[in-house]
């Protein structure tokens, strides 16, 4: 299976209309890839808080259409990256005008195959944090070589959504992100971490530049089941291809296999 990730500059200098087409004919070359990955919030950039109402757009707005066109046109799998989502009101969302961080996968038809809200939204108690609604769903996406669980940026901190994705079957765990260039060391080890205690691969795709006065980290990652970076980009603007063997995955659980002996539902410390 081979996965290109698109590590996509986001500067300030660049208009979101120039960075859609440029994301769109970089999806566009990489047809053949079973898989194709843009980062979070690629067009406003992760950090952008005060861009997020502005730009934000409805689930089929501007880059669900392009990024359709772009997955049909190269007949790949495409996950999307994420972007502002304004819901529409009575979905579920606290209020008229909620925005999500949600992520697009489509199929190599162009249908959308899987839409995931953020679930841990960064930023404590400014930012996303408060500018934007949490999803509540894990989401699983059946690829024909194999399942992918998603996540997004800061939710590789939390090491129990993957490992519900990994109940729900995920093999593959896809992260698009905005990581920031000052806590790059977390990045690497946690994408590790994430690998490691799940026996899976993660492909973990981040932007490059610099958008709100924050360096982005670059450095998208593919590690494998046994905790092995099989590919890792620089600092800069990179399609990061790598090829591998979703049936490690199986073949490391059986060989090594310590997710069966977890232990579930510990009692609480007595005092
Ligand atoms: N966009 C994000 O979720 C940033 C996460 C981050 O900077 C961190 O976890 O550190």
Same mark, same amino acid.
């Given at each position: 299976?081979?996965?290109?990730?698109i590590?996509?500059?986001?500067?300030?200098?660049?208009?979101?209309?120039?960075?859609r087409?440029?994301a769109a004919?970089l999806v566009r070359?990489?047809?053949?890839?079973?898989?194709v990955?843009l980062?979070?919030?690629w067009t406003?950039?992760?950090?952008?808080?005060?861009?997020?109402?502005?730009?934000?757009e409805?689930l089929q707005g501007p880059t669900y259409e392009a990024m359709a066109k772009a997955a049909a046109d190269a007949?790949v799998?495409l996950h999307a990256g994420s972007i502002?989502?304004?819901?529409?009101?009575?979905?579920?969302?606290?209020?008229?005008?909620?925005?999500?961080?949600?992520s697009l996968v489509f199929?190599?038809?162009g249908?959308l195959?899987?839409?995931?809200?953020?679930?841990?939204?960064?930023?404590?108690?400014?930012?996303?944090?408060?500018?934007?609604?949490?999803?509540?769903?894990?989401?699983?996406?059946?690829?024909?070589?194999?399942?992918?669980?998603?996540?997004?940026?800061?939710?590789?901190?939390?090491?129990?959504?993957?490992?519900? #994705?990994?109940? %729900? =079957?995920?093999?593959?765990? &896809? !992260?698009?992100?905005?990581?920031?260039?000052? @806590?790059? $060391?977390?990045?690497?080890?946690?994408?590790?971490?994430?690998?490691?205690?799940?026996?899976?691969?993660?492909?973990?795709?981040?932007?490059?530049?610099?958008?709100?006065?924050?360096?982005?980290?670059?450095?998208?990652?593919?590690?494998?089941?046994?905790?092995?970076? #099989?590919?890792? %980009? =620089?600092?800069?603007?990179? &399609? !990061?291809?790598?090829?591998?063997?979703?049936? @490690?995955? $199986?073949?490391?659980?059986?060989?090594?296999?310590?997710?069966?002996?977890?232990?579930?539902?510990?009692?609480?410390?007595?005092?």
């Amino acid at each position: 299976m081979r996965a290109s990730l698109i590590q996509i500059a986001v500067d300030e200098g660049e208009s979101i209309a120039s960075r859609r087409r440029r994301a769109a004919s970089l999806v566009r070359e990489q047809a053949g890839a079973d898989l194709v990955v843009l980062p979070e919030l690629w067009t406003t950039g992760a950090f952008a808080y005060e861009d997020f109402g502005r730009e934000a757009e409805p689930l089929q707005g501007p880059t669900y259409e392009a990024m359709a066109k772009a997955a049909a046109d190269a007949g790949v799998w495409l996950h999307a990256g994420s972007i502002p989502e304004r819901a529409p009101s009575g979905d579920g969302a606290t209020g008229e005008g909620t925005l999500y961080n949600t992520s697009l996968v489509f199929s190599p038809s162009g249908e959308l195959a899987a839409a995931y809200r953020k679930i841990h939204r960064f930023g404590f108690d400014k930012g996303e944090a408060v500018l934007m609604g949490a999803g509540r769903d894990l989401v699983t996406v059946r690829h024909p070589r194999t399942t992918l669980g998603l996540g997004t940026c800061y939710d590789l901190r939390f090491p129990e959504l993957f490992r519900g #994705l990994v109940d %729900a =079957g995920a093999e593959v765990l &896809v !992260l698009p992100a905005g990581w920031p260039e000052r @806590r790059r $060391a977390h990045w690497t080890l946690l994408a590790q971490a994430r690998a490691v205690e799940n026996q899976a691969f993660v492909l973990a795709c981040g932007t490059a530049g610099t958008h709100a006065g924050v360096p982005q980290a670059g450095h998208s990652i593919a590690v494998d089941p046994w905790g092995e970076v #099989l590919a890792e %980009a =620089g600092p800069g603007e990179e &399609v !990061l291809t790598v090829d591998f063997d979703p049936a @490690r995955v $199986a073949a490391t659980r059986e060989q090594f296999p310590a997710l069966k002996d977890r232990v579930l539902g510990l009692a609480p410390p007595t005092r």
